[in-house]
Nanobody, 128 residues
Framework: QVQLAESGGGLVQAGDSLRLSCAAS????????MGWFRQPPGKDREFVAA????????LYGDSAAGRFTISRDNAKNTMYLQMSRLKPEDTAVYYC?????????????????????WGQGTQVTVSS
């Protein structure tokens, strides 16, 4: 089991930047990939980005749209999401996820049901 803890959320203004962090603990050696999802108010959880923990390859969802960058620090077992040019529609609870299955394919990672472990989420609110 992997425990995940997000941090870095908050209230910002449109156009601002924000960096989210996700610290992993527990059986981190089994982690193959980590990712970010978000859930806007009243909507389903949607894929934002994912990173292959081994080789660093990345996949992005439409919501990232060139404004978000995912990265990792293997030594710290921490994943990041750098968000820039934030918009009010980016307002959501942002969740990090981890999975041990060695299948880093877009059609798989965009499905929240395929991820094994989840954090509690961190709220990001973007005011206009």
């Amino acid at each position: 089991q992997v425990q995940l803890a997000e941090s870095g959320g908050g209230l910002v203004q449109a156009g601002d930047s924000l960096r989210l962090s996700c610290a992993a603990s527990g059986r981190t050696s089994s982690t193959f990939a980590m990712g970010w999802f978000r859930q806007p108010p009243g909507k389903d959880r949607e894929f934002v980005a994912a990173i292959n923990w081994s080789d660093g390859s990345k996949l992005y969802g439409d919501s990232a749209a060139g404004r978000f960058t995912i990265s990792r620090d293997n030594a710290k077992n921490t994943m990041y999401l750098q968000m820039s040019r934030l918009k009010p529609e980016d307002t959501a609870v942002y969740y990090c996820a981890a999975d041990s299955a060695p299948l880093f394919v877009y059609s798989v990672v965009i499905n929240a049901k395929t991820w094994e472990n989840w954090g509690q989420g961190t709220q990001v609110t973007v005011s206009s």
